[in-house]
């Protein structure tokens, strides 16, 4: 199984609202992330984490808050979020973040968010 | 620091036509490579990786490409070309691992009946 779920698929939120989105894989994988998408633009990385460990914050505002339960689940935390943070989130899990070791990372479908 | 330059943003061709979408890098070390795909509204699906065996890489849905060292190029071919294939294709440089993967811009592949 190389599949990376993501739930949900469409998320429409205010600016007040609390919300998160899930990520899953049982691929084994000890290294999980979350990206930001825009339209026509590359993914941007926002979160690593490494044997559910975070490992990585690309200087993500503290309204994101990351959450890896365990190493098979990925969770983003949504709180007073801004109308340009509308994306598509990506989700994505690699077998492992080693040094000089750059292993394919697989995606989930995405979650489009909106915020009204 | 490294960095990856796909050339062109958009790439038209005809079903049944070659396809080549073009990336370049800059690296100071052996980087890994990648190409990955992403169909309207999907997530990003691995086509194929370059870490430093065979040159020549092949992937999935007959899509491959050649890891030039002295062009610092790893270009993405396909023979003949499948409305299927119409789709955003980005090529990614790591040098370290996965923590410094650096994406490129994009590049939009049409596919024309």
């Known amino acids: 199984d190389t599949e990376v779920t993501q739930t949900p698929k469409h998320l429409v939120m205010g600016m007040t609202n609390k919300k998160s989105l899930k990520c899953e894989q049982h691929?084994?994988?000890?290294?999980m992330y979350w990206y930001k998408q825009k339209a026509k633009k590359p993914p941007e990385l926002m979160f690593v984490y490494s044997y559910e460990k975070l490992s990585i914050n690309e200087s993500v505002p503290s309204r994101f808050s990351p959450e890896c339960p365990n190493s098979s689940l990925l969770n983003l935390h949504l709180h007073a979020l801004q109308p340009e943070d509308s994306a598509l989130y990506l989700c994505?899990?690699?077998?492992?973040?080693?040094?000089?070791?750059?292993?394919?990372?697989?995606f989930g479908p995405g979650t489009r968010l909106t915020v009204t | 620091a490294q960095s990856v330059t796909q050339l062109d943003s958009h790439v038209s061709v005809s079903e049944g036509t070659p396809v080549l979408l073009r990336c370049n890098y800059s690296?100071?070390?052996?980087?890994?490579l990648f190409w990955y795909v992403q169909h309207p509204n999907k997530g990003l699906q691995l086509l194929l990786k370059y870490t430093s065996a065979a040159t020549l890489v092949k992937g999935i849905n007959g899509f491959e490409a050649e890891f030039k060292k002295s062009e610092t190029s790893f270009h993405l071919t396909k023979p003949s070309a499948h409305m299927s294939d119409a789709a955003e294709y980005f090529c990614v440089v790591s040098h370290y691992n996965n923590n410094d993967m650096r994406f490129g811009a994009g590049t939009r592949l049409t596919v024309k009946p």
């Open positions: 690296s100071s070390y052996s980087p890994s």
């Open positions: 994505a899990s690699s077998q492992d973040v080693r040094r000089l070791v750059a292993y394919e990372q697989y």
């Open positions: 691929m084994g994988h000890r290294a």
